[in-house]
Structures are given as structure tokens and as C-alpha cells.
């Protein structure tokens, strides 16, 4: 059973980076489709992108595209989410999650019921 702990998030002024990591014990991590959603107050938990196990594809919400970059290092086990030009609409819990593959990389991943192991979550705000 895979385990994850985010870490990385803090308060952030609009226009801002913020890099987040999750790192993942247990189980064969280069196997995992790792994901990262976000849940801001009163609102449901949302995709924001996704990377295969290779770190080959990845594949991203548009409201974050060509601002977020996700990323992998196998050897340490790690995921990253880079976040540039945050707005204060990207605040909210960021969660990491794994999917052990049934199927192929592709959109059927950004519905948050297709992963297994999901971590603690970090808050990220972005202040105007």
C-alpha cells in the first residue's frame, strides 16, 4: 500500500511560484500514475493534472495549463507540482494522489474516483 505526504505549500502573493512534492513509500512508485487535485472551501475537489509513471505524459486542467507543471524523480520517489503565475482562485488544499493502472494514461484520469492511494493534502494561498 502506497503512503503519501505532501509538503511544500504556504501563502503565496498573486503572480507568485510555489513548488509542492509528494513523496510516496511503499509499493513500486514508477508504476503509478500520480495525480494532484485541489479542494478549495465549499467547493468540490477538483483535476489539475496528472503524470504517467515514466513521466513521459502528462496531461493538465485547463484553468492551470501552461502555468503548472508536474514532474517525477522515480529514484526519490517523488512528485512535483510547480506552480507559476498563481492567482488567488488557485487556493485552496492541494492533494497528491496514486493510481495503480487498470487501464492506459488518458483523460478517464482526471476523475479523482480512478485513484487508489491519495495523501494528507497542503494548503497553498495566494494573496491579491
Known amino acids: 500500500q502506497v503512503q503519501l505526504v505532501e509538503s511544500g505549500g504556504g501563502l503565496v502573493q498573486a503572480g507568485g511560484s510555489l513548488r509542492l512534492s509528494c513523496a510516496a513509500s511503499?509499493?513500486?512508485?514508477?508504476?503509478?500514475?500520480m495525480g494532484w487535485f485541489r479542494q478549495a472551501p465549499g467547493k468540490e475537489r477538483e483535476f489539475v493534472g496528472v503524470i504517467s509513471g515514466s513521466g513521459g505524459s502528462t496531461y493538465y486542467a485547463n484553468s492551470v495549463k501552461g502555468r503548472f507543471t508536474i514532474s517525477r524523480d522515480n529514484a526519490k520517489n517523488t512528485v512535483y507540482l510547480q506552480m507559476s503565475s498563481l492567482k488567488p482562485e488557485d487556493t485552496a488544499v492541494y492533494y497528491c494522489a496514486a493510481d495503480d493502472p487498470s487501464s492506459s494514461f488518458g483523460s478517464r484520469l482526471s476523475s479523482a474516483h480512478e485513484y487508489d492511494y491519495w495523501g494528507q493534502g497542503t494548503q497553498v494561498t495566494v494573496s491579491s
Open positions: 511503499r509499493g513500486t512508485f514508477s508504476r503509478y500514475f
